[in-house]
């Protein structure tokens, strides 16, 4: 008897390449690289050498495809690799004289972590990108995109800003990966169905309404199958944000939208749907997250992070930010934590895979009594080996025990085979976000923010709307015009925002990007005048070409719907 699992990793960082280095620039992603990338690679690599495909489904969004290709990442990544080494080198010293023999072996860890995974980097000749495309035309795992910048679809105003970042993303796509995307990740696993649509904040909330397309209309017509939705959507179930257990909200967010009912009767999150909008025309399907494995990952309180013999996350030496110690209790108090020991932190690993594993065959004996059942439990990439260092090595021993239990890995494509899609089905409106609505990303906080995208949004139509005719360097302005608001789109300026994990940093770039679109904006009309461009402008445009430099092959008419 069959117990299909698909495990969905949702891999992404916004761009922060060309924009600051540390704490929230470059280092974000270099650390992210070390920590979370690589180690999954060599993981999978070693799982595949002992004849054992880990059939993961896992999203590299655009954005973070683009920096993860680029030569200006791998000079970054060589620059933080020379800083960590010496960092343990410094460490070690200062240990040495404090006498603190234990996290002195620490430091030779930490040292030869840093060099088997710089030794693979070495090995894939850099190419991160390149390697998960060799993982999965060998048929280990699944590949899928994102939104191009993880723009949140649901309130973007302007349904040419969701078709441009599709288009862009499944372009992106094929040219790194060799192939069209069948599944998307929609950004913080946000859906909207067909309706009257008006402005949630801004001048325009309640004057301007008009009917737009369900997410799934729109996926469709580009090609994308399928997607992830959150429990709560079809269970009628109460959402739980994941996120707050590591990073947690500055109080009370308030200032969103109620939370989502849902339609109709309750619904098994054991099976994938075919959504729907009543008159739409195009559908995709939904899978749907399970609750109980996601819960048991995630939580630091309930779920495997948190082992007080586990990594502690929150506590580095400076300078040099390595972390020596472990958990150690729920006392929030970093004074008190105990040295970390690596090896005794492998061996409760190995207990956590084996209970997870019997945990979803349990899950889907339960849920069998209604029809095929499949437990798809999907996380943030990140999660693993960055907020929970052991995550990597958790995440091979758990296809080790799958292989033992009977439980039988899949991506998200061939467990379409195993398991129909039911429906149609009808979704609310709503995300794996705080309350399960749309109050991460507006609230009173961030309401200027969508005033800045509602307003770019608005004059990059009129922009589309009058063309290029022909002139290259207005075609040229219109692109990077269209760069710049794709990544002023952004989910991630909304959340570090609310969480306040990074609210300055978030804020300096709303405005930057808002004020190069509105600099390029102004070139556009220039040209369209017949006046050329000056000396300045002419530089800014090369300069934002150079340090936004995602998507190379952008057309501006990409934002147009396909062509049936």
Known sequence: MSYPFS??????????????????????LNEATFECYLPLLEIAHRLVAEGLSPKWTINVSPVLTEQLASPEFQKELSFYYENVRRACVESRAHFKQEGQEQ??????FWEEFYERMWELHRRIGGDIPGTFADLQRGGHLEIITCAATHGYLPLLSRDESIHLQLRAAVETHKRHFGRAPRGIWLPECAYRPRYEWTAPTGPERGRERRMRPGLEELLAAHGLEYFVADSHLVAAGEPVFLYRDFIGLRGDVGGGTSAPIPVGERRSPYAPYRVASRGGTGEAIAFIRDPRTTLQVWSRDHGYPGEFSFLEFHKKHFPGGLRFWKITDHSGDLGTKQVYDPKFAAEKVGLQASHFAGLVRETIEQAREGGPALVCSPYDAELFGHWWFEGPLW?????????????????LGQALTVVPPQGPLQLPEGSWGEGGDHRVWLNRDTEWTWDRVYSAEREWVEHLQRGDGGHAELKRVLSQASRELMLLQASDWQFLITTGAARDYAERRVAEHYADFKRLSEMAHTLRQGQPLSTDAAETLRRLEREDFVFPDLDPTWAQAPKA
């Open 395 to 411: 995440l091979e021993q758990v296809v080790r025990e799958m292989s033992r239990n009977g439980v039988q890995p899949m991506t």
């Open 103 to 108: 996290i002195v072996g620490l430091t030779y």
């Open 7 to 28: 495990l969905v990793l949702h891999t992404h960082l916004p761009m922060v390449v060309n924009h600051g280095r540390w704490p929230h620039g470059s280092d974000w």
